[in-house]
Structure formats: structure tokens, C-alpha cells
């Protein structure tokens, strides 16, 4: 599905420790998101990039941080994750001018 | 920003019947309404979406409707089938400014064979 890979897939981890998830995309697009998927509060937007090494906050950046050195890949950076970053995590590209978003298959993050 | 309110949150119903899910939203200049469908352990995936000049759009079974006055736009589905089960996402996304939309917080649609 619009070539998005998300790596790893499944990871636990522990309370105070780095965590980094990949997002890499081969359809060339130009706009990459990343979400977090929890039980009643749908879809939140975590960060977003409108190109490389353009990035900007969304609803819940707090405890985020992403960084895009390449069209093809979007970094989502936990610097010292918490209980309460306990999550799905998506990630979703856009093509210029697009208006549907293609997501990857997400990746289950437990912290313990 | 933008504000999408989507109920209900859980939707049960038999397979035949038909099920609509209502979602709300805050700015009026708001003018692309996407829907999305994610089946359990499954990524979500565009199903069907609507633009502001258009009052209703329909694929087969689904179709959606729009009420800009109201603000408000809905996705029917019609005899369900059990495949149908899934979590759908209303989001809606404004014309200025960035082409982020804003998500709904989802609703579970459970169809009973």
C-alpha cells in the first residue's frame, strides 16, 4: 500500500529508555505524518513533515521528536519514553497536491 | 483549529440493516470530508470522501452526505454485511493553510451475522 514501511512492528521497552520508530516510503511524497492510535481517542497527530528537514508540532508533540533527513524516511524519536506513550503508532505519507493520506501497518510500542 | 466530533462511538447492528455514523465539525471553511475504514490489526485505508461542492457521493453500498450549513456529514452503509465490521474515521480538512486533516475519534461498527 503506497510502498510505507514501518519498522519494527512490535516493541517493548522500559520506562526512561530511547526508543526510535522508522517510517520509509517509496512513492516519493512529499508530506509524511506520524499518529498515535489509542482506544477512544482515534487518530492524534504527533508530528508532521511538509519536506526534508521541514518538521512541525502537531496535538501531541509532547515527549516527540522526529527529524527527516531524506524524502524517503521519517524518524519518530522518544527520548525517554514513558508508560503513558503506550501506543499505536502510525505513520502516513501524502503526495503534493494529494488528499488522501496512505498509512503504514503501525507499530505496537509498550513501555513497562 | 479544526474540531471533529464523531458518535456514536459503538454501532451494532445485524447484517442486512443499515448503519450511519454522524460526525460534526468547527470550521466552516473546512471543505474536504475523507472517510476512513480500518478492519481490526489492519491499517486505515480511504473508503470514501466528499468535497464541499457536493452534497452527497455514493460507491455501491457506502455513501456519504454532506450539510455545510449544519456542519455536520455522515456515512451510510447499506446492507451490511459482516466484512463490514470494522472501525470507520470521520475527518474533515480545511482549505487554507496546511492539507492535515483532523480525525474523528472512530467508531466501532459491529455487524452480526
Known amino acids: 500500500d503506497a510502498g510505507i514501511t514501518q519498522s519494527p512492528r512490535h516493541k517493548v521497552t522500559e520506562t526512561g529508555t530511547p526508543v526510535t520508530l522508522r517510517c520509509h516510503q517509496t512513492e516519493n511524497h512529499r508530506y509524511m505524518y506520524w499518529y498515535r492510535q489509542d482506544p477512544g481517542h482515534g487518530l492524534r497527530l504527533i508530528h508532521y513533515s511538509y519536506g526534508v528537514k521541514d518538521t512541525d508540532k502537531g496535538e501531541v508533540s509532547d515527549g516527540y521528536s522526529v527529524s527527516r533527513s531524506k524524502t524517503e524516511d521519517f524518524l519518530l524519536t522518544l527520548e525517554s519514553a514513558t508508560s503513558s506513550q503506550t501506543s499505536v503508532y502510525f505513520c502516513a505519507t501524502q503526495e503534493t497536491g494529494g488528499e488522501k493520506l496512505f498509512f503504514g501497518s503501525g507499530t505496537q510500542l509498550s513501555v513497562l | 483549529g479544526e474540531n471533529v466530533e464523531q458518535h456514536p462511538s459503538t454501532l451494532s447492528v445485524q447484517e442486512g440493516d443499515s448503519a450511519v455514523i454522524k460526525c460534526t465539525y468547527s470550521d466552516s471553511a473546512s471543505n474536504y470530508f475523507p472517510w476512513y475504514k480500518q478492519e481490526l490489526g489492519k491499517r486505515p485505508q480511504l473508503i470514501i470522501d466528499?468535497?464541499?461542492?457536493?452534497g452527497e457521493k455514493k460507491d455501491q453500498r457506502i455513501a456519504v452526505t454532506l450539510n455545510k450549513t449544519a456542519k455536520h456529514f455522515s456515512l451510510h452503509i447499506t446492507e451490511t454485511q459482516p466484512e463490514d465490521s470494522a472501525v470507520y474515521f470521520c475527518a474533515a480538512r480545511t482549505s487554507g493553510g496546511s492539507y492535515i486533516p483532523t480525525f474523528g475519534r472512530g467508531t466501532s461498527l459491529i455487524v452480526h451475522p
Open positions: 466528499i468535497r464541499s461542492n457536493v
